[in-house]
């Protein structure tokens, strides 16, 4: 059970996806001539929102069950299995595997400014030096 669950602070009611995102997924998943009523997707949001939390719950029992804090991609693809919804493990996988990649890399490029051994004082003063430049460059232009 999450802590908003225990605390009450956040009812299932304030819980949802955008629904202009939905519509725009919505739009985009079906053909042309099919066209999609609010109560419908209304009735999708719903759905998802429950997905989410079958899933959720489940992934957090079986973190529990490792005596973990924090709900891991395994323990998703886990609770997946044991719900029954086998056939979408192999996409969910690979999208958590190109999630870490994009995660690592974006760590990579964070590490790579912190080994310059420029302090942040240093950047701030060069960039600002930098726009002088090109502003004194773009004033003679004109």
């Not at 099919?34 to 973190?63: G, M, P, Q, Y």
């Not at 996988?93 to 760590?107: A, F, I, L, N």
């Not at 790579?112 to 003679?140: D, V």
């Amino acid at each position: 059970m999450s802590d908003n669950e225990r605390s009450g602070s956040m009812g299932d009611d304030e819980l949802s996806l955008p629904k202009a995102t939905v519509a725009k997924l919505i739009s985009e998943m079906m053909p042309n001539d099919i066209v999609c009523t609010k109560e419908a997707r209304d009735l999708l949001i719903d759905s998802c929102v429950e997905f989410i939390h079958l899933i959720a719950s489940e992934s957090n029992d079986i973190a529990d069950r490792e005596a973990k804090k924090t709900i891991a991609g395994e323990h998703i693809v886990s609770a997946l299995k044991e719900l029954g919804f086998e056939e979408y493990v192999d996409d969910v996988e690979e999208v958590y595997k190109e999630h870490r990649q994009q995660q690592k890399d974006r760590d990579k490029r964070s590490s790579r400014l912190e080994k310059t051994g420029i302090s942040e004082e240093e950047l701030l003063r060069q960039q600002e030096l930098l726009f002088e430049q090109s502003r004194l460059k773009f004033e003679a232009q004109q």
